[in-house]
């Protein structure tokens, strides 16, 4: 229900019982400016410079009409008419139109609660809640470190960039508050999100949107289900993903064999084999990197599909890797060229960038020829091969000074791309009739992927235990994405980045391997150096955990289904901040790195070095240890142990999956 009051030169406009937005000559609601600010890019790493002024105000109320079928106009400075529209998802959508004058970027300022707390705006790997904080929206490689730590400065130092909290790979114009008000532009605009008012809430959009939605639900689980809504939910994962972990291995067919038969042979339940050299290996300076060219490497992957096959017959899959690239080597490369497949700066000329230590074109996906070859390659080579998923790897890479095959510039196409990368991938299996059997996954996006992608993944993490960058990052990222609309996320276990003195040590692996079990998929990744890391078959102890933890991720596999069935009808993540089930707790976020995984569990990883206990913040229910059967009352701070292989877990004394849990609890003592 949408609400509009008028009195004077002032207005307010109501959502279901919400003040959503006020507009006076001392504080109005909307600035515009014929000025954007400035972009500046090495190798997929950003820097974004707001505009040198705010722009102008726009001061006098000139029309403020409600109509009878609930609509609204309201027109300010006989400069801008807003048209506001109730939808389905507790909503009201504010369209734009310009009367007069030339304006390029717009500044829109919403009511806020200073006792409240803002969740979303993308993937965030470092505040959870972003309420005093502002960012811009422009997707980017994260850095590596992204704190102030010795081995940050010394990567700043090497790579020119610094790297700042709020880096991503996947962003959207987006928020939750914990007063049940959300909001979200539908532009793929640069602009930034700003929380550091008490007061107000404000978005800068470098351009005048066709539309934002600004809304307000009873709860922040019912706008997190009709923020999803909006933006577009994920399909279930298909029934084969819970048979077992996906273990990522490299070096050939022959290592992947050795290393998939020793993990079987440990009693790991392994539901597929992910080998994202498929299709070759480079070395550069940054360690082991792929050759981007879109078919089997038969040096390392001789008689692939026959191999893809024989997995099958063992009930295993097989998955690989694609991005968006193409190495300046080999015959795709020379193919897209010379067809103008590739994307091209202001003067005509190939973009070629860094990614991260060697050179990368792009593919131009606003040219219908060029995704149409890609889709081709990727149906031939990867689906009529056997694959059943892959990795749909990058997307944050267009520079702000190239120019599209459609005539739109790297500015206004950046955050555009990797959505179109998620779309493309959907659309080549659907149009093979795959879509209940393949999976990809991806860590780029923004506003709108979550319509296409099957799965995301939380990037490259460092293989440590930083708050910044490591295993804690990746139970941030989760959750704040499943508060933008991505209900379905993992991570890489053990982590992926290896730079100077950073190495995965075994304990960070298996403690990565016990977060992985309670989420919707585990997989492994070797790193981007292998040689120097902790790997899941390093040892027979390792091994040994490993399948303890399959077992237990396998058995939840009714459970699985279950929260993610529910995310697809109701959009709450199945990864979930305990405040959407038990909103009247504050305490709770103190405790950041716990979760609910769905309705039911409490989950509480170990993200610290060397622990053998840990504190948990029980919310106020009657909870079971998964463990021990030993039964708690919540509402308060325990210590419980959790010794390697037991993470902190709890369900709740009343779920209806109570036998489900007991029985997995068995599994952990084993």
Excluded at 109 to 120: L, V, W
Excluded at 602 to 620: D, F, H, I, M, Y
Aim: hydrophobic content about 35%.
């Amino acid at each position: 229900m949408i609400q509009l009051a008028a009195e004077g030169n002032a207005c307010s406009l109501v959502v279901n019982g919400k003040n959503i937005l006020n507009h006076s000559p001392a504080r109005p609601c909307v600035s515009l400016s014929g000025s954007r600010g400035t972009v500046r890019s090495d190798s997929g790493k950003f820097s974004v410079s707001a505009p040198n002024s705010r722009g102008r105000d726009l001061v006098h109320l000139t029309r403020a009409q409600q109509h009878e079928d609930g609509s609204a106009v309201i027109e300010l400075d006989n400069t801008l008419r807003i048209t506001v529209v109730p939808t389905e998802f507790c909503c009201a959508e504010l369209s734009f139109q310009i009367l007069a004058g030339e304006w390029n970027s717009m500044q829109l300022r919403f009511e806020a609660d200073p006792n409240e707390r803002i969740f979303g705006g993308g993937e965030q790997f470092t505040h959870l809640d972003l309420k005093g904080r502002s960012f811009p929206l422009w997707i980017s490689e994260p850095g590596v470190g992204r704190s102030r730590s010795l081995f940050s400065l010394m990567t700043m130092w090497k790579d020119r960039h610094v790297q700042k909290w709020y880096h991503s790979y996947f962003l959207s114009p987006s928020w939750i508050s914990t007063t049940g008000c959300f909001f979200y532009a539908d532009s793929y605009a640069c602009g930034e999100l700003d929380f550091t008012s008490p007061e107000r809430t404000t978005v800068t959009l470098w351009e005048i949107p066709e539309r934002v939605y600004a809304g307000a639900a009873d709860s922040m689980k019912q706008a997190a289900g009709a923020l999803s809504g909006l933006l577009g939910r994920q399909p279930a994962l298909p029934d084969w993903v819970y048979d077992g972990m996906w273990l990522g291995v490299q070096g050939g067919m022959h290592q992947a064999e050795a290393c998939l038969n020793k993990a079987l042979e440990a009693g790991v339940k392994v539901g597929a084999l992910w080998c994202q050299d498929w299709e070759g290996i480079r070395m550069t300076s940054f360690g082991k990197q792929l050759f981007w060219a879109w078919k089997w490497d038969d040096s390392l992957y001789p008689d692939l599909p026959q191999y893809i096959q024989a997995l099958r017959r063992r009930g295993i899959r097989y998955l690989g890797y694609i991005n968006t690239f193409l190495t300046p080597k080999g015959e795709m490369y020379e193919y897209a060229r010379s067809k103008g497949y590739l994307v091209t700066d202001d003067h005509g000329e190939e973009c070629q960038v860094s990614v991260p230590a060697d050179p990368g074109s792009l593919v131009d996906f606003t040219n219908p020829e060029a995704v149409a070859w890609l889709k081709r390659v990727m149906k031939e080579h990867m689906i009529d091969i056997g694959m059943s998923g892959w990795m749909a790897d990058f997307g944050e890479y267009i520079p702000h000074h190239a120019r599209m095959h459609d005539g739109k510039s790297g500015l206004a196409y950046h955050n555009q791309y990797p959505v179109d990368w998620a779309r493309i991938n959907r659309e080549v299996i659907r149009e093979a009739g795959k879509e209940q059997e393949i999976v990809f996954f991806m860590r780029a996006g923004y506003a709108g992927s979550t319509r296409y992608s099957t799965c995301f993944w939380s990037g490259d993490q460092l293989v440590d235990w930083s708050r910044e960058d490591g295993l804690p990052s990746a139970v941030t990222a989760a959750l704040s994405l499943g508060m933008s609309g991505a209900g379905i996320v993992h991570s890489d276990i053990g982590g992926y980045t290896t730079a100077a003195w950073k190495k995965r040590s075994k304990e960070l692996l298996l403690r990565w391997a016990e977060f992985a079990v309670f989420s919707p998929l585990m997989r492994s990744h070797e790193g981007n150096r292998p040689g120097d890391n902790w790997q899941t078959y390093s040892d027979e102890e390792t091994l040994k955990g490993l399948a303890r933890l399959t077992e237990v991720f396998c058995a939840l596999k009714p459970y699985h289904q279950h929260i993610q069935q529910e995310y697809v009808e109701s959009g709450v993540p199945t990864m979930r901040i305990p405040s959407l089930e038990y909103p009247d707790e504050p305490e709770l976020y103190d405790y950041p790195y716990q979760y609910m995984y769905g309705g039911d569990l409490l989950a509480a990883p170990v993200t610290e070095k060397g622990r053998q206990s840990w504190e948990v913040r029980l919310p106020a229910d009657s909870w079971v240890h998964l463990w021990t059967g030993k039964e708690y009352s919540g509402g308060k701070v325990i210590s419980v142990a959790a010794p390697l292989g037991q993470p902190p877990v709890f369900f709740r004394k009343s779920s209806s999956w109570v036998s489900l849990f007991k029985e997995i609890g068995s599994y952990g003592t084993n």
